[in-house]
């Protein structure tokens, strides 16, 4: 069995965890940190665990997590930066689900998130943990960075297609919309029922701060010599609580028939467990991937043109976190990668 806690349960990525982790066959979960919880039973806070989870949440304690195999963080950003050096010197392994060390660029990373960064020297050595592209580092990493919910979207759906270096990397445009649960489990008024509901409007298009991870993920599996993949992305919030659904546009720069494009997507992911390349012409909905670690591609050709579109869903707590860092977990503990995963999407 994996011994295994949890510090900042108490969000939605936490719940999530919790939820995956206490039906995980591996895993023992031993601690849930909370400071301003702490003796507060998880069940109590999380009505739907009652029967599943017994522990209570607890402060913070060196000697308890270092006691861990691993160590999940589900806090914001700079949280993690400052505790799991210590962790990491005393050799537990880690799994940060916060952006904390998905960035190589400190300099990029400080500009983005207003704070200087920590621990730099930890962030040049920390795994992306995409396992579609770093499923082999991530496997004898120590440190795992979660990939972002928009970014797990969105490279998903055009890995393929710079990878085989057919698309113009400087004219890649993403329009994505998500659910409001990925702001977080917190009060602020843009997210009450009265304000979101029956609503959809853009955020943040002059620059949010998924774009730099969106980018240097993108560049990394660009062929030698070509030039840097730049990206317009442009977040919007949807009326409904998780999923993530974006359309991605890019200029074809050389022939490719509709089948071909296809087939690229195709054998890119035929061996990837939760990417669904779904049949030509479909339109994959956020409902189908809800509560699941899957992300579902659909690539088309609009009247035979030059500008290509591919939608891609996702869960943003579950492929876009949670899930996502429990695929790494059993990746890094040489388990089957679909332990503990394998659940089809809730529907309705």
Request: with cysteine.
């Amino acid at each position: 069995m994996i011994k295994v806690a949890i510090v900042g349960g108490t969000g939605y990525t936490g719940v999530e965890l919790l939820r995956l982790l206490t039906a995980h066959p591996q895993v023992e979960l031993v601690a849930i940190t909370s400071r301003a919880l702490a003796g507060t039973p998880v069940a109590e806070l999380f009505p739907s665990l009652r029967g599943h989870c017994d522990l209570a949440f607890c402060e913070p304690d060196l000697e308890q997590l270092v006691a861990c195999d691993l160590v999940f963080f589900a806090t914001p950003h700079g949280v993690a930066q400052a505790q799991v050096p210590e962790l990491i010197r005393r050799g537990v392994r880690v799994i940060d689900l916060s952006a904390d060390f998905r960035l190589r660029d400190i300099a990029n990373w400080e500009q983005w998130y207003g704070q200087k960064h920590a621990a730099p020297e930890l962030a040049a050595q920390a795994v992306y943990g995409l396992p579609e592209v770093n499923r082999a580092q991530i496997a004898g990493a120590q440190l795992v960075a979660c990939p972002g919910c928009y970014p797990t979207a969105i490279q998903l759906g055009w890995i393929p297609l710079l990878e085989a270096g057919i698309v113009d990397p400087v004219q890649l445009i993403a329009s994505a919309a998500s659910g409001a649960s990925g702001a977080g489990r917190q009060g602020k008024t843009e997210l009450l029922l009265a304000e979101n509901s029956d609503n959809f409007r853009a955020y943040a298009a002059g620059g949010h701060r998924h774009l730099p991870e969106i980018e240097q993920g993108l560049r990394r599996v660009q062929p030698s010599g070509a030039a840097a993949a730049q990206v317009t992305f442009v977040p919007h919030l949807l009326p409904m609580v998780r999923g993530i659904h974006a359309t991605l546009f890019a200029k074809l720069q050389a022939g490719q028939s509709a089948q071909e494009l296809q087939q690229l997507f195709e054998n890119r992911y035929k061996d990837e467990p939760f990417v669904d390349v779904m049949p030509a012409g479909s339109h994959p909905q956020t409902r189908s991937v809800r509560g699941t670690n899957i992300c579902r591609l659909a690539v088309m050709q609009p009247q035979g043109r030059d500008t290509l579109l591919v939608l891609s869903v996702i869960d943003n707590l579950a492929k876009g976190a949670s899930a996502q860092a429990v695929q790494n977990m059993n990746i890094m503990f040489g388990l089957i990668e679909t332990l503990g995963l394998e659940s089809p999407a809730l529907l309705p």
